[in-house]
Each structure stands twice: as structure tokens, then as C-alpha cells.
T-cell receptor, first 113, second 111 residues
Framework: DAGVIQSPRHEVTEMGQEVTLRCKPI?????LFWYRQTMMRGLELLIY????????DSGMPEDRFSAKMPNASFSTLKIQPSEPRDSAVYFC???????????FGPGTRLTVL | GENVEQHPSTLSVQEGDSAVIKCTYS??????FPWYKQELGKRPQLIID?????GEKKDQRIAVTLNKTAKHFSLHITETQPEDSAVYFC??????????FGKGTHLIIQP
């Protein structure tokens, strides 16, 4: 298996633009997580899905952030409009029900100018 | 919600010595405690984990201990090597399914 796949790996955009981050979980995994990593705040859980259904989005910082999982093999995290403070590395992770380990994707480094 | 505190933020040890990183958690319902290693520019990778029904777990040079009463758990690395240099994160999972992470420990192995 290729592991969790994220795209793009790097994104540079200007303030006010819409940003869409993409994630493909490991095949057969029931859970998908979106995390954000910054120097100041560390690794934070933004939202997670179970069987494509959003379960907990309490970590989503603002209404500018939204996430979807239209099917078991694809999820998006959208920021609209983006702001410089959104600059961070965004990780997607997945795991299978009944098992503990979460597998992280390579991350998307987002820079908002 | 869960809160995880991690200490120290930076740890420098001589190659061959042991390193210990400590974490505390707040939610007594938490039952799963993983440790991740993250190298610069890379993704976090699980190195060891422990569930709340176990007090200690060991994997070669790495061990984790858990004290449920005190709500703290520790990572122990023995015979440290240069390739152990990285940032280490502890985490806890309670009633929800997502992980709450500590702020990380930058481990530096001095030659």
C-alpha cells in the first residue's frame, strides 16, 4: 500500500485566496483525521471522520475552514479566504476501526503571504 | 477536553546515555498513549504505544511506562545513538478518537 497520500506537498498562496488540501487515506481505513502543525501550537486535531461522516469538528479554528469526505478514498480541507496565520503544515492521518495506530501522510506545507 | 503536558522541551544527552521524556494528561478516560518521532520536514511516525491496561512496554532500546493513578507516562531511550536525534511527541486518546499531542521534545544526541 502507498500509505496516506496528500496533495499538494507545498502550497504558496496570497491572503484572501481559496486553498484546497487533499487526502487519500489508506485503503480500508475507516477513520480519517486532519491535523495542523505550527511552532506555536504544535500538532492540533482539526476534524475527523468515521465512515465518511464528520464526527468531531471542534478543532476547526474558524468558519473559514471546512472539510469534506465525499467517499471512503478522498477528503478535502478547504480554507476560504486564507490568511497568513493559516500558514502551517497540514497532516492527514487514517486508521482502521479496532486498531490504535494512526498513519500520517507526508503533510502539506501551506504558506499564505 | 484532554490536555497533555510534555517535558522537557529540549533534551541534550551524550551518545550512549539514556534519555527520558515525561508527559502528563488530564482526562482519566484516556486509554491509549502513543509516542511519535518526527524528523525535520518529515511526518510523525509511531515508535511505541501503550494502552491503559498495561504499565510498561519495551521494544529494544525504547520503553514506555504509564502511571494511571498519577496520569503520567514516560518515554525511555537507552544507549542513545545519533539517529535518535529528532522531535518526540507524546499523545493521549480518550473518549474521542482523535489524538491530543504534547508540545514536543527536541532530543539532541551529542557525539
Amino acid at each position: 500500500d502507498a500509505g496516506v497520500i496528500q496533495s499538494p506537498r507545498h502550497e504558496v498562496t496570497e491572503m484572501g485566496q481559496e486553498v484546497t488540501l487533499r487526502c487519500k487515506p489508506i485503503s480500508g481505513h475507516d477513520y480519517l483525521f486532519w491535523y495542523r502543525q505550527t511552532m506555536m501550537r504544535g500538532l492540533e486535531l482539526l476534524i475527523y471522520f468515521n465512515n465518511n461522516v464528520p464526527i468531531d469538528d471542534s478543532g476547526m479554528p474558524e468558519d473559514r475552514f471546512s472539510a469534506k469526505m465525499p467517499n471512503a478514498s478522498f477528503s478535502t480541507l478547504k480554507i476560504q479566504p486564507s490568511e497568513p496565520r493559516d500558514s502551517a503544515v497540514y497532516f492527514c492521518a487514517s486508521r482502521v476501526a479496532g486498531r490504535d495506530e494512526q498513519f500520517f501522510g507526508p503533510g502539506t506545507r501551506l504558506t499564505v503571504l | 477536553g484532554e490536555n497533555v503536558e510534555q517535558h522537557p522541551s529540549t533534551l541534550s544527552v551524550q551518545e550512549g546515555d539514556s534519555a527520558v521524556i515525561k508527559c502528563t494528561y488530564s482526562d482519566s478516560a484516556s486509554n491509549y498513549f502513543p509516542w511519535y518521532k518526527q524528523e525535520l520536514g518529515k511526518r510523525p511516525q509511531l515508535i511505541i504505544d501503550i494502552r491503559s491496561n498495561v504499565g510498561e512496554k519495551k521494544d529494544q532500546r525504547i520503553a514506555v511506562t504509564l502511571n494511571k493513578t498519577a496520569k503520567h507516562f514516560s518515554l525511555h531511550i537507552t544507549e542513545t545513538q545519533p539517529e535518535d536525534s529528532a522531535v518526540y511527541f507524546c499523545a493521549a486518546r480518550g473518549g474521542a478518537d482523535g489524538l491530543t499531542f504534547g508540545k514536543g521534545t527536541h532530543l539532541i544526541i551529542q557525539p
